[in-house]
């Protein structure tokens, strides 16, 4: 057999060839050898005597390349056969490509674990884990799959018509070697429509740990001093909370580690996720203040180019350049990467520090009136830009603006107005 699971041979008992076969792209037998032994060929699947394949639901013509009727289940071309990809694929059920998972009302992801082959709770919070992980907005935003909205709502239900993005394979988190592996292929063969009613079929199972880990966007300046390997920093940042659909600016500064020598100003920007949605009302920001402000772990990496045509005195020159910071609280619930341009003076064209900073909020904007949000006003600010960052970085914001018009507009489809007014903030 081959690597599709083809037969391309039979022997008997003293290892003689009783057939040989061979196969087009499609599954067209060419180069038969000996005489035929089984009625299974190409994909280890069975033919017909009229050369037809029997694939469950479905029969496939491999001279065409195509079945004959509908699939029952997946939407675009429904005679089509793996989606062109017949290097890699194959299609025991006849119906529904995993690698294009369009939800349907009575899906859940404990249902769809379970057809991707899962057996027991470890390997279903995994799968959920995992799943959910692909779907979030940061990973669509990070992977540039801006054009296509997420099949999972701010509060983590599934979306039916969306596509979702299903993981082929999940490590097991028990650590008993249980992996998931093959998903797509086995679910393809499991399709089974079970899943319960639409309404709660469609919500992350209950007993999952798994929430919607909100994301949020920043824009900041930072000003670091290092000397003997001990460095300083102060800055200020601005930080729209796509899970609230609101705008604070914090001040911060902190101590810690570095391998340099000097004082560098960066501008930047960067993603953090792990904010949760308000436990209170639009214009009340304790539940972003408790997620955002307070102390925070770092690690940075910058690298510079020395121009000592523009200044350079002994070993210390000045120089431009990248860095890289990522962050965490002290609870690990809220991470963050941040990426900006350095300029400053400095002993070596590399530094890497870790420290701790401290932040505490200065003012506060809320884009939700009533219960919907602004979703204008929202893009406007994110596109006019903050501080260092209104003359440069369009090209950013413009990618972080179409992704929070994105949620804004999930976070409006599911809101239901009418119980109370409530203001915007105070900026």
């Known amino acids: 057999m081959d690597a599709l699971g083809s037969l391309r041979g039979v022997v008997n008992p003293t290892g003689e060839v009783l057939e040989g076969q061979d196969y087009a792209p499609y599954g067209t037998p060419f180069g038969q050898t000996g005489t035929p032994q089984t009625p299974f060929g190409f994909t280890g699947e069975q033919t017909d005597p009229n050369d037809l394949l029997y694939l469950r639901a479905r029969y496939y013509v491999p001279e065409l390349g195509v079945f004959p009727s509908l699939d029952p ?21 006849g119906m529904f490509d995993w690698d294009n998972f369009v939800v349907e009302a009575r899906d859940s992801l404990d249902c769809i674990a379970r057809e991707g082959g899962a057996t ?14 692909l779907n979030d907005p940061l990973h669509m935003l990070l992977g540039g799959n801006i054009g296509s909205e997420s099949a999972l709502d701010s509060r983590g239900r599934l979306i039916p018509g969306k596509r979702l993005v299903v993981p082929n394979r999940v490590a097991d988190p028990s650590g008993l070697g249980m992996d998931l592996s093959n998903i797509h292929t086995t679910g393809r063969s499991r399709r089974i429509r079970r899943c319960l009613g639409p309404e709660a079929a469609t ?8 929430t919607r880990s909100g994301i949020g966007y920043i824009e900041g300046v930072n000003t670091s ?13 601005v930080v729209y909370n796509f899970a609230t659909f609101q705008r604070m600016t ?6 810690g580690l570095a391998l340099n020598l000097g004082a560098s100003v960066v501008p930047y920007g960067g ?30 990496f910058s690298g510079s ?17 990248v860095s890289g910071t990522g962050f965490k609280n002290q609870e690990q619930t809220v991470q963050g990467i941040l990426f900006g341009v350095t300029a ?70 599911r809101c239901v107005c009418g119980l109370s007014e409530v203001g915007k903030g105070t900026p």
């Open 271 to 300: 993603y953090v996720w792990g904010l949760r949605e308000n436990r209170f009302s639009p214009n009340e920001f304790s539940t972003f203040t408790e997620d955002y402000g307070g102390k925070f772990e770092y690690f940075s």
């Open 120 to 133: 027991t709770s470890w390997q279903i919070e995994a799968f959920v884990q995992e799943t959910v992980k």
């Open 203 to 210: 919500m992350v199972p209950s007993r999952s740990p798994v």
């Open 305 to 321: 180019v020395p121009l000592p045509m523009l200044f350079s005195r002994g070993k210390v020159g000045f120089g431009i350049g």
């Open 250 to 255: 914090f001040d911060y500064s902190g101590i």
């Open 225 to 237: 001093v290092v000397g003997v390997f001990v460095g300083g920093t102060i800055g200020v940042e």
């Open 344 to 413: 400053g003076v400095s002993l070596l064209p590399i530094d890497l520090g870790l420290g701790k900073t401290g932040s505490f909020e200065r003012d506060e904007i809320s884009y939700i009136q009533g219960c919907r949000v602004d979703i204008e006003r929202l893009k406007a600010d994110i596109r006019g830009g903050n501080l260092f960052f209104r003359m440069s970085f369009g090209e950013l914001r413009e990618t972080v603006s179409s992704a929070a018009e994105v949620l804004a507009l999930q976070y409006n489809q």
């Open 73 to 93: 289940v997946e939407e675009g071309n429904r005679y089509g056969y793996v989606g062109g990809n017949v290097v890699n694929r194959v299609d025991p059920s």
